[in-house]
């Protein structure tokens, strides 16, 4: 872009500024807004992927790691082609007897083909010597079901302890309500991030998921508020407490 294009402006505070007496606070109002005049130029990013659910959520490995010298180090890989979906590490002796890959929760980790799973154990004992083995093939059997569409849609753009809306949330509910059916069900979540008490956060977010809801006419018992007791990104970061100050909404819609 031209830099003749570009106007910049320097101040203290940001228009709408974090809470100024907290280290979160501080760390969030040292940033750079964009604000255009073209509104297009700002206007929401649309995705379409595939929603990959498993029957199993969880994969349990049993193991009895053992080695006459001290274990050094281990390592368990779960590996699907050339891909390694899923690796548990460690130190020592001391190895839990059970792992659990949650791939509900690892939705990066998640199977991509009916390709077997294979999983290898490799330990280093303390005299440098190595084993490898090689576990049994975990079978996957993948369904694909076209009976329904799901739809996410995410709005970030809540300022610190604000649930108003804004023109640009009226711009996304608008581009919202155009797919909803008649036959869609919505859901909306309201989230905060760590900042504050919890009673207050569960609040809050309540107050931006009924807005969110009464725009989109969606009935009131659609709107739930989850405060900060569920985090959705990291928080130990300014950009990952500003992603939790949302709003999620959900419409699924049958496909004939």
């Known amino acids: 872009m031209s830099p003749s294009r570009l106007t910049v402006k320097e101040r203290n505070l940001p228009e709408v500024p974090s ?105 280093v004992d303390k005299d440098g010597q190595r084993r490898d083995t090689v576990g049994s093939e975990i079978d996957v059997k993948q369904v694909v079901r076209k009976d329904k569409r799901i739809e996410k849609f995410t709005l970030i753009i809540f300022g610190f302890n604000e649930s108003e809306f804004t023109d640009a949330h009226e711009r996304i509910i608008a581009v919202i309500k155009e797919r909803i059916a008649a036959n869609s069900t919505v859901t909306v979540e309201g989230h905060t991030d760590r900042s504050g008490e919890a009673e207050y956060n569960q609040k809050l977010s309540q107050r931006r998921a009924d807005a969110t809801a009464s725009r989109l006419k969606v009935p009131a018992d659609r709107a739930k508020g989850f405060g900060s007791s569920d985090l959705l990104y990291d928080n130990a970061t300014p950009e990952g407490r500003l992603y939790c100050r949302t709003v999620l909404i959900t419409v699924e819609t049958p496909l004939e």
Do not use: C, H, M
Not at 58 to 73: D, H, K, L, T
């Open 19 to 123: 809470n100024t007496a907290s280290q979160d606070g501080i760390e969030e109002n040292r940033r750079v807004e964009i604000v255009a005049n073209d509104k297009s130029i700002l206007e929401p990013l649309f995705f379409t992927d595939t929603t990959r659910t498993s029957s199993a959520p969880i994969v349990r490995f049993n193991q009895n790691i053992r080695s006459e010298a001290g274990v050094q180090r281990w390592d368990i890989i779960a590996r699907q082609g050339n891909k390694d979906l899923k690796t548990f590490s460690g130190s020592g002796s001391d190895v839990e007897s059970s792992l659990d890959w949650n791939l509900g929760s690892e939705l990066g980790s998640f199977p991509a083909s009916d390709e077997p799973i294979r999983y290898t154990i490799k330990v």
